[in-house]
């Protein structure tokens, strides 16, 4: 079965600075990666996704995330910190083919709390 | 505007007694999921639904069902509500299961006493 870890409960950042939220995933074969935010009092929004192609990929907001395969990760990344990402955010693997009952599994989440 | 509704948002009630949520959107969307939130455990999946007539056990189903009648609604039912099941509620739907990001309802809070 597949799994998701996001290592970090919280991380704290101070605004214009870079960020980093980890994730590292393990799945069978090969995987659709995805980072989701959650706003208080909200539902998730989508914000990217690594599906095939280059390891790089771009979302909303100014967010991206580069895929790793040799490593398994998925960190979401922004050059520069804005109060306004302070956030749940989540990170979430589906194997390409096969995985148990629907296949998407979800991380626990990690706190987002940038710091004016 | 391309959405996923959910009624109730909040929802206190007693134990035993029946109780439904419902689900819509308006997307056209053939998959859909029904996922509970709950602290330092994340998302976990209640049930999911391919397409009309068409649904499936996620990875936590005990003391909930489902129904796919119409394409747009996948209400969430609770037969005999226990406390265990005091949880923050969200439904999601995509174009397709593989591949698609979700689209979130805004969550149901439900308590019960």
């Known amino acids: 079965a597949q799994s998701v870890a996001q290592p970090e409960d919280q991380v704290n950042v101070a605004e214009g600075n870079p960020l980093t939220v980890k994730c590292t995933y393990s799945?069978?074969?090969?995987?659709?990666l995805f980072w989701y935010v959650q706003y208080p009092n909200r539902g998730l929004q989508f914000l990217l996704k690594y599906i095939t192609g280059d390891n790089l990929v771009k979302g909303s907001y100014g967010f991206e995330a580069e895929f790793n395969k040799s490593q398994t990760s998925f960190h979401l990344k922004k050059p520069s910190a804005l109060v306004s990402d302070s956030a749940l955010y989540f990170c979430?693997?589906?194997?390409?083919?096969?995985?148990?009952?629907?296949?998407?599994?979800f991380g626990k989440g990690t706190h987002l709390i940038i710091q004016p | 505007e391309a959405q996923v509704t959910q009624n109730p948002r909040y929802l206190i009630t007693v134990t035993g007694k029946k109780l439904t949520v419902t689900c819509s959107q308006n997307?056209?969307?053939?998959?859909m999921s029904w996922y509970r939130q709950d602290p330092g455990l994340g998302l976990r999946q209640i049930y999911y639904?391919?397409?009309?007539?068409?649904?499936d056990k996620g990875d936590v189903p005990e003391g909930y069902k489902v129904s796919r009648k119409e394409k747009r609604n996948f209400p969430l039912i609770l037969e005999s509500p226990s406390p265990n099941q005091t949880s923050l509620y969200f439904c999601a739907s995509s174009f397709e299961r593989q591949g698609f990001e979700q689209y979130f309802g805004p969550g149901t809070r439900l308590t019960v006493t």
């Open positions: 997307m056209n969307h053939e998959y």
């Open positions: 799945v069978s074969g090969n995987p659709y």
């Open positions: 979430a693997v589906r194997p390409v083919t096969g995985g148990g009952a629907d296949g998407l599994t």
């Open positions: 639904s391919m397409n009309v007539e068409v649904t």
